[in-house]
């Protein structure tokens, strides 16, 4: 099925992370990376039930099957010399490639059932890298690596921290069941995909109303006295 891709615009910068505004907010945030296997920690998963995670050490690589996962992509070792795919910096372990051969590459994670937080080691970022979630054949939100948060460079470095970062997105009362993939060019090199319902994170609006309603309230207090 054919689905048509809308980008969400950004609408406000939080303490806690960046929010993206749109329907349904979706707060992103960045989380420190282990050296070695570039999984997380510290991330608002941590200790949940219900969580899980995909860090593609399973079986020989390369290989193309994983289950879930369909479409376009390849599981590598690290290194992988391809020449095309590289590991997200410090990663020593196998991690998840959409490569692009010669023509748009996309590859899609097809869920259980839905969920509200999705994370991953996002290596080498690139603006021509594309993370997309649904709900059926609805797109809840679409990033490109040149649209996360400031501190992130999408240049393609394979060894900067600004450019291979532990990622989470969060979309509060929101839901998806798939993610996909796409990459227009060489390739889209992740790891650890980790996915759930995570404990509720306050949603920008509501963050943005709780402050104008005390900076309101301390203003009517000032003028009463």
Do not use: C
């Amino acid at each position: 099925m054919k689905r048509a891709f809308r980008t969400l615009a950004a609408a406000a910068a939080l303490a806690t992370g960046f929010a993206i505004g749109g329907a349904q907010a979706v707060t992103i945030t960045y989380d420190f990376v282990v050296p070695g296997d570039g999984s997380t920690r510290g991330s608002a998963f941590d200790g949940q039930a219900g969580f899980t995670t995909n860090t593609f050490n399973g079986g020989v690589t390369p290989r193309n099957v994983e289950p879930g996962y369909t479409g376009a992509y390849t599981v590598f070792g690290s290194p992988s010399g391809t020449g095309e795919s590289a590991a997200p910096a410090n990663d020593t372990t196998n991690f998840f490639s959409v490569p692009n051969p010669s023509s748009t590459g996309v590859a899609e994670l097809t869920l259980d059932s839905s969920a509200n937080y999705f994370g991953l080691y996002w290596g080498s970022i690139d603006t021509y890298n594309t993370i997309a979630f649904l709900l059926g054949a609805d797109v809840v939100a679409s990033f490109t690596g040149g649209q996360l948060p400031p501190d992130t460079t999408a240049n393609g470095n394979q060894t900067s921290e600004t450019s291979n970062r532990y990622v989470n997105f969060f979309f509060g009362s929101d839901s998806y069941d798939m993610v996909t993939f796409t990459s227009t060019n060489f390739a889209f090199e992740t790891d650890n995909h980790t996915f759930g319902r995570a404990v509720a994170v306050p949603e920008p609006a509501t963050l943005l109303l709780l402050g104008a309603g005390l900076l309101g309230l301390g203003f009517s207090r000032r003028k009463s006295r």
